[in-house]
């Protein structure tokens, strides 16, 4: 544990040292404050509209119709920013051989990528909670339902987790950072559009199509539905993409 | 204290180090010596644990580096040929960093660190960004990594590279100033490092042990003939054959204005000269032994490859 919080801490402070950190996430709330004005605008001027009618003025619902659509934006903005926080993971340790310092340290591989995981997980929180702010203003203003919102963040935050997890494994597989960020986006995306292929596809792979998908796990949280099959999901999505980078790291010694 | 005993790695089909065996007894300094691609890097990358090897053993202080990787990372001190640094950290909060991943105790950290930084002469720049500061001093750096544990073994990997004459003088004095208390294991191709800094020699070429000894041990071995170097004032072939003519001298050869007298072991012709010398007025300026120095020894075990 003590060795993970070193490369944790180590990580974190090259995060915050570099404009990397401060980039993504001004990047990421810029693009966000404007997706959430535009959807508040939107809900305001369909309030209006919908005054007139008794009937459809209950229907409205500030969750379903401005958090629902926040949620699945930010995951998509998360598949842009999340390979530019993992690229330079291990791609530059390799670049730089300081690997040689960290491999030759009395500490164990899996300490060494669980305490990169970790600083990128903190980056990650970071985004969100600063995201929060926004909800002040909801929550002053209307009275949204706390509970979809919070399993909406909970959706997210797996999302991100495992976008990591990917990122960190294509980070070890090449010392050039370009790469890295390249194969994880694209590794992310099809795994983001997993689903369309499930619309033509019949019988058992419609439903293997569907699970692998991000995007079908996801879209039930920003809806308030917590399951642990989606919770699971995402688990093992992470473990598996650290478990590979141990064993690229691990095979490119034995070579 | 360091034991290789038969070591082979190979990449793919490219063999690195074939059957390598040398041993380094506890407080020497040794040199790694060979051409460049001879294998030097591979065989310290798998001592200190980053490569495992293909085939063979190797321990440090007794632990096995294959099956106790972890003992053996907690006593060794490694310098890579490049120096692990970060850039963007300063020296001192990459000091604190290494002395965590080393395991050095959260109370004795801060201690360990001022003493790495007083060992290398580091205390102008540790607050500095490691990128800001100079090659000599980054290399520093890189010696104070290597030493902040107060490890009991040090693989140095070319610790005089990049440096300039002034800085090569410093850093090959910090590393005799190590010597007793630890054992050391440095690699160079320059030959001038070995003779002054290293009790003993390993020479490899191509991944093959060439030769390996103490330094004394080596050159004996190979000195076949014994012999002198005189500068006269006077010159010329008369004198050449006069000193021929001294009982028991196998060959002279002029060499620029001195003159190289060989004779075979043990006759003590250098009475002879001397006599010669004196009673013809030959006007003796100097007179030194004939030593073969590491650079032959070095190019005859590289073009020979006689087994020690």
New interface residues.
């Given amino acids: 544990m003590k060795n993970i919080w070193a490369i944790c801490k180590k990580e974190i402070k090259t995060y915050f040292t570099s404009p990397i950190a401060y980039v993504v996430i001004t990047v990421f709330l810029v693009l966000i404050g404007f997706f959430f004005y535009s959807l508040i605008w939107w809900f305001n001027s369909q309030s209006l509209q919908m005054a007139q009618n008794q009937y459809y003025y209950q229907q409205l619902n500030i969750n379903q119709m401005v958090y629902s659509p926040l949620f699945h934006n930010m995951s998509i903005i998360l598949l842009l920013m999340v390979p530019l926080l993992t690229m330079r993971l291990f791609s530059e340790e390799k670049k730089r051989q300081t690997d040689e310092l960290l491999f030759t340290s009395p500490i164990s591989v899996n300490q060494i990528i669980l305490g990169k995981y970790f600083a990128s997980l903190l980056v990650l929180l970071v985004m969100l909670s600063l995201t929060g702010i926004l909800s002040i203003f909801v929550f002053s203003y209307g009275n949204p339902e706390l509970a979809p919102i919070l399993s909406g963040y909970l959706g997210l935050f797996l999302v991100g987790a495992a976008f990591l997890a990917v990122g960190i494994f294509f980070s070890s597989l090449t010392e050039n950072q370009i790469v890295s960020a390249i194969l994880t986006f694209g590794a992310l995306l099809l795994f983001w559009i997993l689903n369309w292929a499930s619309y033509s596809a019949g019988g058992m792979w419609k439903s293997v199509l569907n699970y692998l998908s991000f995007f079908q796990h996801f879209d039930d949280m920003t809806r308030g539905i917590l399951d642990t099959t989606d919770v699971v999901y995402y688990l093992s999505f992470i473990f598996l993409g650290l478990f590979l980078t141990h064993s690229v790291i691990q095979s490119r010694r034995w070579r | 204290m360091i034991e290789v005993e038969n070591l082979t790695k190979k ?2 089909d490219l063999v690195a180090v074939k059957n390598l065996s040398f041993k380094v007894e506890k407080g020497k300094i040794w040199g790694l010596l060979g051409p460049n691609a001879a294998g030097k890097t591979t065989t310290m ?1 798998i001592l ?5 090897a293909t085939d063979g053993k190797a321990s440090v202080a007794d632990y096995d580096v294959f099956e106790k990787p ?1 003992d053996v ?2 006593i ?1 001190g ?1 310098l ?1 040929e ?1 120096v ?6 300063t020296v001192h ?1 990459y000091l604190n ?2 002395s ?4 050095i105790p959260a109370s004795q950290r801060k201690e360990a660190v001022e003493k790495a930084v007083e060992i290398s002469g580091l205390e102008t720049v540790q607050r500095r960004l490691i990128k800001n500061i100079s090659r000599g001093f980054k290399q520093r750096v890189g010696i104070a ?1 290597a030493l902040i544990h107060n490890p009991q073994v040090l693989v140095l990997d070319e610790p005089t590279i990049g440096l300039d004459p002034a800085q090569i003088i410093e850093i090959r004095q910090l590393i005799k100033s190590l010597k007793g208390k630890r054992t050391i294991l440095l690699s160079t191709h320059i030959l001038a490092e070995v003779t002054q800094t290293c009790d003993g020699v390993v020479i490899i070429n191509e991944g093959n042990l060439m030769a390996s000894g103490s330094l004394e041990e080596l050159t004996a071995s190979f000195k076949e003939k014994e012999g002198v170097l005189i500068k006269l004032k006077k010159g010329g072939k008369s004198i050449l054959s006069l000193l021929q003519k001294i009982r028991g001298v196998d060959k002279v050869s002029a060499v620029g204005d001195e003159f190289k007298i060989e004779w075979t072991e043990g006759k003590g012709v250098r009475d002879e000269i001397t006599k010669l010398v004196v009673d013809k007025e030959l006007g003796l300026i100097e007179m030194r032994p004939l030593a073969m120095n590491i650079e032959d020894l070095y190019l005859k075990v590289i073009s020979g490859g006689v087994n020690q």
């Fill in positions: 990449y793919g990358r200190t644990g980053y490569l495992p972890n990372k907690k060794t490694y890579p490049n692990p640094i970060y850039p963007e950290m909060s960093f290494v965590e991943i080393k395991q990594q």
